[in-house]
Structure formats: structure tokens, C-alpha cells
């Protein structure tokens, strides 16, 4: 488990987290989510004790990093695959870890084999691509076969076998019950292997809760429905306590009601409904929705043709 409360950080005048919250359990696997420069490198660089903090905590298995007895067996860490000897082979490589960890050479073996680094683990790292360096960093946090994982963007580079070896790996590890918080700017990558999401903006926490729960607006389920009788059925739908949205000139945003709901609404007061169906959202909509005011560097992007269906009830601020 890792626990961060309060946690934050300034580098002189900049903070990069800011008062964070959090707990990631074992079991499942937690997307820690955010825009570039949101402050989740700096905050996993605490959680593992490389970076201190300016105030708060952040804990592992209940304790700071700094106390745990045989790190390596507890925590195991990928945050920058470039991070390596380049003239040492990868084996060389992991053999120097374990031998300063006491873990034996017949476990280095090991992990070159689930990792897949059998046929290049006698080459030097120089000589290896972006995907083969993710496989040895990811070798190098199994070594000490820990119950918590942290892994820093590990899809990053990588082409798309990659891709899918690191999203079947980090399902098994949380099957096996440990503990597996990774880190993202990739929404789409996260809606197919978080199962929970902590999600970041500007250092500050943003949300917390499930996928499915994001996914949802974060328990606003939004229902669109189309009439040519808008206004009254807006009236009356906002009569039911819902927050009504005109979305187009014959269409509707519902939120707080089921579409069955809206649906009864709508008979009660004769208004004809020609479509009435939930709104499902990608998790990249969720994302946008939840920290547009929070990405650090806006770029110039072509306008948003959902734009028109953004509300800020969504946000858990
Ligand atoms: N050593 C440092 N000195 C000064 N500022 C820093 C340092 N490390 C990070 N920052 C700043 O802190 C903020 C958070 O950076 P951080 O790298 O933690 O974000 P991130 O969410 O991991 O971003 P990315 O997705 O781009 O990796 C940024 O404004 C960054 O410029």
C-alpha cells in the first residue's frame, strides 16, 4: 500500500504537488494520471525517497521509503529506463543490484526470462532500443519480487507488442494481489489498464475514484435526449432537481436522472422524444473535462466539436 497525505513540494518559486491526498491499495492497478508537468514524477521521486518532501508524507507499506529494511524486496521502481550504465550488459547491470541487495544470482535469471531479455542480456545496454531498456528497467524493480510497484510512463517508446506485454504484466502483478501505481499522460492507455485512477492537475488532486466512476462523470451519469418541445421538457426536467443542458437546438443534456426518468418526464408533459440514450464518454473526454484549467502548457488545438456538451458539475473540486 502507499499512503500520501498532505504531500507537497516547491522547487523555489514553483509548487509542483500541492497538498496530496491519496492511497493506493493493493490488488488493483492505479492510473496516476495528469498533464505534462501536473507533478506525478515528482510526486512517485517522494513516495520512493529521492526527492524530500517540503511538507506531509508519503508512505509505503506504512513506513517512509528511507525506512524500509530491504527496499528492493519491497518496492520495486521504474522511472527513468535511460537511467543505466550504457557500457554495462543488462545482466552485468542487474547482477550489480542484486549483489548490493543480496539477492541471488539464479533470481537475475529470472527476471531476464519474464521479462524477455534472454537472447540480449549478454549485450550492453548502449546497444539496446528504447523497448529493451523499458524490459531491463522492469526487470531491475521485479529483482526483489516486491509487493508494490511504481512504474514512471513505462509505454512510453514503446511500439504496440510493447505496449500490450506491459498491460498484461501490470494485470498479473495486481492479480497477485501486490500493489501497482503507474503513471500516465496517455488517458486511453489508462481507460484499458487502471482500474482505479488518481488523477492530477497543477500538483493538485484532481479526482479519485474508480475508471468507471471517471468514465461516468464521476457519478453524474448524463442522459441526451432529443425534442422538439426543449424548453418545456427542460422546465420540467429541472422541476426533478436534474441539471439540463441545451446542447443543440432541439436537444438535451440531462444529468442527475436515469434515461428511464427523463423518459417519464417527457410522456408527463406530452413533450415527443425523437432519441434518449446515456451519454458514454472516453476516459480522454473525462480527462479534458476534469483538468482543463490545470495543464501547466497549452498548446493550440482545433475546437472541441464536443464542446458543447462540457459542464463543470463533473469536476470533484
Ligand atoms: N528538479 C526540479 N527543479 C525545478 N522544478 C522542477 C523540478 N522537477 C520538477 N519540476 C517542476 O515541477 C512541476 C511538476 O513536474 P513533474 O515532472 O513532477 O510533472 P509530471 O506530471 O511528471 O510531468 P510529465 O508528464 O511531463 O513527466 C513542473 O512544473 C516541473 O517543471
Known amino acids: 500500500m502507499i499512503t500520501v497525505r498532505g504531500l507537497t513540494k516547491d ?11 491519496f492511497t493506493v491499495e493493493p490488488g488493483s492497478v ?11 514524477s515528482t510526486t512517485m ?28 524486496c519491497q518496492v520495486g521502481a521504474l ?15 542487474l547482477r550489480t543490484l542484486a549483489l548490493s541487495n543480496g539477492i541471488s544470482a539464479a533470481r537475475v535469471e529470472a527476471v531476464i526470462e519474464q521479462v524477455g531479455l534472454g537472447q540480449a542480456a549478454g549485450r550492453r545496454v548502449k546497444a539496446y532500443s528504447l523497448g529493451m531498456r523499458q524490459r531491463l528497467g522492469i526487470a531491475a524493480a521485479l529483482l526483489g519480487d516486491p509487493a ?28 497477485e494481489g501486490r500493489t501497482v501505481l503507474v503513471s500516465s ?11 482505479r485512477l488518481v488523477i492530477v492537475g497543477r500538483g493538485r488532486l484532481v479526482a479519485d475514484a474508480t475508471t468507471q466512476e471517471v468514465l461516468l462523470g464521476l457519478g453524474g451519469q448524463r442522459v ?10 427542460a422546465a420540467a426536467l429541472r422541476g426533478r432537481a436534474a441539471t439540463v443542458e441545451q446542447v443543440g437546438p432541439d436537444e438535451l443534456d440531462v444529468t442527475g436522472l436515469a434515461a428511464r426518468e427523463v423518459g417519464d418526464v417527457a410522456l408527463a408533459v406530452g413533450a415527443p422524444v425523437h432519441h434518449l440514450a446515456p451519454v458514454e464518454h472516453s476516459l480522454e473526454q473525462a480527462f479534458l473535462r476534469l483538468t482543463g484549467d490545470d495543464v501547466e502548457y497549452h ?8 464542446h458543447t456538451t462540457r459542464t463543470p458539475e463533473g469536476a470533484n473540486r
Do not use: C
Open 11 to 21: 522547487f523555489r518559486a514553483v509548487r509542483a504537488v500541492d497538498d496530496l491526498d
Open 30 to 40: 492505479t492510473g496516476f494520471l495528469g498533464p505534462n508537468g501536473a507533478g506525478k
Open 45 to 72: 521521486r517522494m513516495v520512493l525517497g529521492l526527492d524530500r518532501p517540503t511538507s506531509g508524507t508519503a508512505l509505503v507499506l506504512g513506513r517512509p521509503y528511507a525506512d524500509l529494511r530491504a527496499p528492493l
Open 79 to 93: 522511472l527513468d529506463a535511460n537511467a543505466m550504465h550504457p557500457g554495462r550488459s543488462g545482466r552485468g547491470h
Open 148 to 175: 508494490v510497484l511504481l512504474f514512471d510512463e513505462p509505454v512510453n517508446g514503446l511500439d504496440l507488442d510493447g505496449v500490450r506485454w506491459i498491460r498484461a504484466l501490470l494485470r498479473g502483478f495486481a492479480d
Open 185 to 195: 499522460h496517455l488517458m486511453s492507455e489508462m481507460q484499458v489498464v487502471a482500474d
Open 224 to 233: 441526451r435526449v432529443g425534442t422538439t418541445a426543449a424548453a418545456v421538457l
Open 299 to 306: 498548446g493550440t488545438v482545433p475546437a472541441d466539436p464536443d
